[in-house]
């Protein structure tokens, strides 16, 4: 389903359903204009004595791993803890967007879900989802276990209509292969001008000893929606913004950001001219950036620390035994600036369904509660002793052989601000050190996003196809970095960018900006 019929379908769907939502859940009254009082069953959320078994329909992402299913001992255990009978369905990923589509097209929307942040802003505010910030002080495992900041991105300061899915702000890292730099004899990079100077030993001193021109110095992505991926350490270190960079207290587009691209394109246009910069990085995904890593093609690649040691390095000493991959601090640019890819906390949410009933809505954030409880959030993590692990008489862990991943309602539903959520008391506590090392050293390097979530509120956003306008403003730098146009194109897109939308947008955005932060 594309994009244009996935907006219509569900404008139109809660267009019609919203008077229904109204009545039922604290908004307008249809009939008086008048709002209602909080129903019983919420101002008595404190009284529910879980005596009353609740049917609770619940769905979720699935990637690779099996999660557990409705009759699992994991949700038999949640069932009875809650008195609840879980229906919990799991989407496969590809389809989980398109599938929220089709329920809310036939009214049949589950009770509670994980939404993505183009759905959750396109219906936050037409009473599809409850507003959860009324009855927080009776749960008090989601303010403690979830950060301010993260219920903050994407709601306003009076109503909280989803809960943060959390993400890991600096989840990924840089890496470089350190046999590599032995077998050349060179040192760490530490500024950006080193970096290119290794990375063009990488690519012209046989790094491998294979006697073979068949390396690579470093490459990058240029995403469908015109953004540049596996290049953020670069652009925060010319001192480009996170898409929104602020300055003398304005944001100012990345794009927008003349002298600064002028830099980041610059240097990636003498990296291309000289085969430094893959050649091919035009037409590179991101699991092209990593076959070539596991292939011996490319000694510099941004990773994900818990799969760099676990799935990584030993695919790369498949071919080469002695490939040793290292965590690299991103390279100081001309000012200093340090920088690795920093993401919003809370910019995916799980939300209730504003036509449940009320009752059911408050068991559900018990449910919810008790998830991020200590007890609960090491059962949904973990998994359940004797199923998913055994404790070993010396007190150490052992995951057991199974194919159903108890773990998964965690990492892919819901979860604490955990930065470890994917190290277990059953792995190697070795690798859980040195995978929190290379976690805690990513948060040294932030890259904040001044404007993170402001620009999907503004009319700007709404009235003008910025996919599009961003796609044509990449093409342009793409042929200023493959030497097609000259540097001059940078300051033509800059203004073709602004002129067409990214002027008003960039106003739009300052005067909410102003409004937050007085």
Known sequence: MNVKKHLLLLSLVFAMGSLAACTSNGSKDAESGTTPPASSAESNANADDLSKTMNISLMVPQYAEIGPSSDSELVKRLNEKLNIKLDIQWVPGANYNDKVSVLAASNSLPDVYRVATQDYMQWRDRGVFLDVKPSLAKYPNLTKQLPEQAW??????????GIPYYSIPHLFS?????????????????????????????????????????????????????????????????????EWALKDGKLVAMQAQKDELKAFIGFLRNAYAEGVLDKNFLVMKPADARTK?????????????????????????????????????????PTGIRALQTDGMGQTKVVINAKTDPAKQQRILKLLDYMLSDEGYDLIKEGVEGVDYKKNADGTFE???????????????????????????????????????????????????????????????????????????MSSMVKVITGAAPMEEVDNAVNEWL???????????????SQRNK
């Open 152 to 161: 903050n991105e994407l709601n306003d300061k009076d109503h909280y209509y």
């Open 174 to 242: 840089l890496s470089i292969r350190q046999d590599w730099l032995d077998h050349l004899h060179l040192k760490t990079p530490n500024t950006v001008d080193e970096f290119y100077n290794v990375a063009k030993a990488f690519v012209t001193q046989d790094p491998d000893g294979d006697g073979k021109a068949d390396t690579t110095g470093f490459s990058i992505i240029v995403n469908s929606n015109g953004t540049f991926g596996n290049a953020e350490y670069l652009e925060g270190a010319f001192g480009l913004g996170n």
């Open 293 to 333: 890593l596991w292939n011996g093609q490319v000694g510099i690649q941004r990773v994900n620390p818990n799969e760099a040691l676990r799935l990584d390095e030993p695919n790369i000493q498949k071919n080469f035994p002695q490939a040793k991959l290292v965590q690299l601090a991103p390279p100081a640019g």
């Open 399 to 473: 995951k057991l052989d199974t194919k159903i991943s108890g773990s998964l309602l965690s990492i892919n539903f819901f979860r604490r601000a955990d930065k470890a959520i994917q190290l277990h008391k059953y792995n190697d506590q070795s690798y859980v050190k040195e995978v929190t090392q290379w976690l805690d050293n990513n948060d040294k390097y932030d890259w904040p996003n001044y404007g993170l979530g402001l620009a999907v509120e503004t009319e700007a956003y709404k009235k003008v196809n910025f996919a599009t306008l961003n796609t044509k403003w």
């Open 499 to 513: 002129k067409n939308g990214g002027e008003q947008l960039t106003q739009e955005v300052n005067a909410i900006y």
